[in-house]
């Protein structure tokens, strides 16, 4: 079993919006998105404490990204708004049982596959 499955990518222009999901097998405490931009290394976007709801982001995505999640799907979400053409990456679900709970990539064990998100100017 797929632990992790991201859905929702897509081509979008500047200033759009996108809703990305990631059907999770199971329960985590930490749940969290990270993308990878083409040639580049990856990073942390958005992280959420399951019990609690918290969440944190990257700085650049503060404002106009939000993760929310379904505990009753077990599914996490990423509501993207503003989009802008540096936002174009695959992005990627992750999870760990761990505290605490941080947008670091070593601490997540659990990765999908990824979504591809791509805003054009």
């Known amino acids: 079993v797929v632990p992790l499955v991201e859905s929702g990518g897509d081509s979008v222009q500047a200033g759009g919006s996108l809703r990305l999901s990631c059907a999770a097998a199971?329960?985590?405490?930490?749940l969290a998105w990270f993308r990878q931009p083409p040639g580049k290394g990856p990073g942390g976007v958005a992280v959420?404490?399951?019990?609690?709801?918290?969440?944190g982001y990257a700085d650049s995505v503060k404002g106009r990204f939000t993760a929310s999640q379904d505990t009753a799907t077990n599914t996490l979400y990423l509501q993207m708004s503003s989009l802008k053409p540096e936002d174009t990456a695959m992005y990627f679900c992750?999870?760990?049982?761990?505290?605490?709970?941080?947008?670091?990539?070593?601490?997540?064990?659990?990765w999908g596959q990824g979504t591809q998100v791509t805003v054009s100017s």
């Open positions: 992750a999870a760990a049982w761990t505290s605490p709970c941080e947008l670091s990539a070593p601490i997540f064990p659990y």
């Open positions: 199971g329960s985590w405490s930490c």
């Open positions: 959420l404490r399951t019990g609690s709801s918290t969440t």
